[in-house]
């Protein structure tokens, strides 16, 4: 028996002693110890009509949508040209791409290429990539992530906030207070707080030689520059501890992260081939820091939802919007599974988990790199992996692929 | 925790072939399936390969308890030829089928999520150190393509034979042995190990 056999044999057993024969009900007795649904040849019977119940109430719900989307894109005023760069409550008029060869700028509407700032623009260093995107003040102010080798030679991190102006343009580029970080090598998750005041961060500091960098999270405060760090606590033998998304909860004192194990960690924190056990975490960011394990746990890994690659907790912090992937693995040098799905899971109890997005067409990018984000309000979410675009009742809205981009913000 | 005797067993029951019940009749194409004999023999282990299948054992429960129920509803009329065992694990893995379908239209329309398949409650330790490593197996079982995943069920659960899992499936010989190949290495794959 090779090694897996041995594992999927024992995880089968496992099951199975978990279902005890003593604890099994009678033939046709079960809904009646359970709260009385019926026996079980009632329970058949039942079943014939009410199967049709859930796809007949979504074709009714489906329809009503339609017809209101419908007299509301009727009545529903055009928006101005000029003005904000993000109309109240509306569909954001830019959205900002991280590419290889920097930041773009570009209509929603039409994919223009409204404004860029280059690979180099500002970074001291002679060689520096954009590692992480985020938008805040209502989609007004923006917080870019670069990384790269610094002037003496060593790894350092950048922060930089700019602006948008209604044209699309940008202003304001500037190092934020407290924006250098030396000896870090920055992740992909940035989040920057509902108030703006803050941002956090994943970086990798370098512990020793040939072992795994050590992952922090790094909040800075940018009105006075101050920094705390978070690491620690979620280590597991044999296994890199990756945190690809984070969120700020209602108010900018907490934190909602994405934790994963991982067998093998990509340059841009994503997991290898592999289940990385996902965890949905809360971290309070008060102090001055203290260790990644020191919340608690808002949500496992679930059978439809093992493969969880990003998880945002929602604007008004009632729901986690995460994106799962499943199915067949593709690909030769970073096989994925090509099935993507994106729901929002309630935290309040009773509620429901709402299916946002589901896609079997191969939408995954080589290596699992799949980013999520959402505007101030949590309506408007965007996704970017080998296609990017907006999720629209279901649909994803498609946008302008830059080339190579791998996170979009608005 | 005691351990369940029966639970985790790899090997095909010897009993496996129901008998017709005194006094039912015997029709030509077929012996009456003896629901009273299968049910108690094979109840539990039916239901645990359910729950395997569908995650949870309250929709494992119902499959099951279905299956019987419909058996018994058609009591009058003739069994299947051959192995009625094989017959009745057929009809639990097709409730099984149909159970993930209205689930997955019902997750697609706004229905609730999905648990993870029951592990039993052991010590702390067992807990974290053992727990977590059968989850990552059950979570990669379960992404599996449906087939797969049966074949390595009745496999690895039940200890069939590729024979005796053709039967159930009604698939050919050669497909099994396949499908087995495949579902391990893409298991094997999502675990992280080299097959």
């Known amino acids: 028996m090779t090694r897996t056999e041995e594992r999927l044999a024992d995880a089968l057993a496992a099951v199975a002693r978990g279902v005890r024969e003593e604890t099994l009900p009678p033939l046709g007795g079960r809904d009646t110890a359970r709260g009385g649904r019926g026996t079980a040849q009632w329970r058949h019977a039942r079943r014939k009509w009410a199967r049709w119940l859930a796809p007949v109430a979504a074709a009714a719900a489906v329809t009503l949508v339609v017809i209101l989307a419908s007299t509301v894109h009727l009545f529903a005023p055009r928006p101005q040209p000029g003005g904000t760069a993000r109309p109240p409550g509306g569909l954001p008029r830019y959205y900002v791409s991280a590419e290889s060869t920097g930041i773009q700028v570009r209509k929603t509407a039409t994919g223009a290429v409204t404004a860029r700032i280059g690979l180099f623009a500002g970074s001291p260093g002679p060689a520096a990539f954009v590692m992480g995107l985020a938008a805040g003040d209502n989609g007004r102010e923006f917080v870019a992530e670069y990384t790269g080798q610094g002037p003496n030679g060593g790894i350092e991190t950048w922060l930089y906030s700019f602006h948008l102006t209604g044209a699309g343009r940008v202003g304001g580029l500037a190092l934020v207070k407290g924006g250098l970080l030396p000896g870090l090598q920055g992740g992909s998750a940035v989040a920057v707080s509902p108030d703006g005041s803050k941002v956090a961060l994943t970086v990798y500091r370098p512990v020793r030689f040939r072992q795994p960098d050590l992952l922090q999270i790094a909040v800075i405060n940018l009105r006075t520059g101050a920094r705390s760090y978070w690491a620690g606590g979620l280590d597991r033998p044999g296994f890199h501890v990756s945190i690809p998304s984070i969120s700020w909860a209602p108010g900018g004192d907490s934190l909602v992260f994405l934790s994963q194990w991982c067998r093998a960690v990509t340059p841009t924190g994503f997991c290898g081939p592999g289940v990385p056990a996902p965890r949905v975490r809360t971290l309070r960011v008060t102090g001055g820091g203290g260790q990644l394990s020191s919340g608690r746990v808002l949500l496992h890994g679930l059978v439809e939802l093992s493969n969880v690659v990003q998880a945002l907790l929602t604007p008004d912090g009632k729901a986690v919007d995460v994106v799962a992937l499943s199915g067949q693995y593709r690909g030769k040098a970073h096989p994925v599974p090509q099935d993507l799905l994106l729901a929002r899971l309630p935290l309040t109890p009773g509620g429901h988990a709402r299916l946002l997005y589901h896609s079997d067409h191969g939408v995954v990018r080589s290596g699992g790199v799949v980013f999520l984000s959402s505007d101030a309000s949590g309506r408007y979410l965007l996704l970017t992996s080998r296609r990017n675009g907006w999720i629209d009742h279901g649909r994803l809205r498609p946008l302008a692929q830059p080339s190579g981009a791998f996170t979009d913000a608005w | ?195």
């Open chain 2, 1 to 195: 925790m005691a351990a369940d005797p029966t639970a985790g067993k790899m090997a095909l029951p010897a009993d496996g072939q129901a008998l017709p019940a005194a006094g039912q009749a015997l029709p030509a194409d077929g012996l009456p399936v003896d629901i009273t004999a299968l049910f108690r023999r094979h109840y539990a282990e039916l239901v645990r390969v359910a729950v395997m299948l569908v995650g949870d054992r309250p929709t494992a429960e119902d499959v099951v308890q279905d299956v019987f129920a419909r058996l018994h509803a058609r009591r009058d009329r003739p069994g299947p030829r051959g192995d009625h065992l094989a017959y009745v694990r057929a009809c639990v893995l097709n409730g099984c089928r149909s159970a993930l379908r209205r689930r997955t239209v019902m997750r697609r329309f706004g229905g609730s999520r999905g648990t993870a398949p029951d592990l039993p409650h052991e010590s702390a330790e067992h807990e974290v150190i053992q727990a977590e490593g059968r989850r990552e197996v059950l979570a990669a079982l379960t992404a599996l393509p449906q087939r797969r995943r049966e074949v390595l069920v009745l496999r690895y659960y039940l200890g069939l034979r590729e024979a005796e899992i053709a039967a159930v499936l009604g698939i050919s010989l050669g497909t099994v042995k396949s499908t087995a190949a495949r579902g391990l290495a893409a298991l094997g794959r999502a675990l992280g190990e080299e097959s």
